[in-house]
């Protein structure tokens, strides 16, 4: 594809609600990075995957977040039982590149999901 | 967590002039990179330069590292109002494999 696609652009959801956001990157990049966004600050590191093995899930903010590339492509990024504080954009990117101890790709960015929790 | 923090936090300056943004982080990294995101979307890479590299030009970008202060600047030369943006620097640490991005510099060019 011609980038990294993410949908929906815009979700609302009452709390309580479950939500699913989805993630296609690159075709052919190894690594997927998912980010949490707030208004006016940096993304904020969650989730990051090498092909379908979820390397490092230490950013996820509590167990209500789950993450999975079962196939190594899609990425799917649920959270369960939603509060007001999930409010935020969730920012998915996508890297050619193989951690190997140097990492000299660049990530490609989606223009991510925009959640916003009633 | 956030590794990065960028100075200033936001920045206005005359078309045409130079602007400056600060990185500064804290543990040793292998990359830093530097990325521009427009209002509503998602984040472009702008230029990466590893750790043995003390400057890297790209087109009217200049970044330098120094590791032993463990900062960064990016530099953008003869600035142009489609530069407004902000800019975030973003770090691969020696031991894992998060790349974290700082909270960003808000760059406006008044016309």
């Known amino acids: 594809g011609a980038g990294v696609s993410q949908s929906p652009r815009y979700k609302v959801a009452k709390r309580g609600q479950d939500v699913a956001l989805r993630c296609d990157p690159i075709s052919g990049h190894v690594s997927l990075f998912w980010y949490q966004q707030a208004l006016g600050q940096g993304p904020e590191f969650l989730t990051y995957?090498?092909?379908?093995?979820?390397?490092?899930k230490s950013g996820l903010p509590s167990d209500r977040f789950f993450a999975e590339r079962p196939e190594g492509s899609v990425s799917t990024l649920k959270i369960q039982r939603t509060q007001q504080e999930d409010s935020a954009v969730y920012l998915c990117?996508?890297?050619?590149?193989?951690?190997?101890?140097?990492?000299?790709?660049?990530?490609?960015f989606g223009n991510g999901t925009r959640l916003t929790v009633t | 967590s956030q590794q990065g923090e960028e100075d200033p936090q936001a920045l206005s300056i005359q078309e045409g002039e130079n602007a400056t943004m600060n990185c500064s982080y804290k543990t040793s990294i292998n990359n830093l990179q530097w990325y521009r995101q427009n209002s509503g979307r998602g984040l472009v890479h702008l230029i990466l330069?590893?750790?043995?590299?003390r400057e890297k030009h790209s087109g009217r970008l200049r970044v330098t590292l120094d590791t032993s202060k463990k900062s960064s600047s990016l530099l953008i030369t003869a600035s142009r109002a489609a530069d407004t943006a902000s800019y975030f620097c973003?770090?691969?640490?020696?031991?894992?494999?998060?790349?974290?991005f700082g909270k960003g510099t808000r760059l406006h060019i008044l016309p």
């Open positions: 330069i590893r750790s043995n590299e």
């Open positions: 995957f090498q092909n379908e093995a979820q390397l490092d």
């Open positions: 990117a996508s890297s050619l590149a193989i951690r190997d101890g140097s990492y000299n790709s660049p990530l490609h």
């Open positions: 973003a770090t691969d640490g020696r031991r894992d494999d998060k790349i974290i």
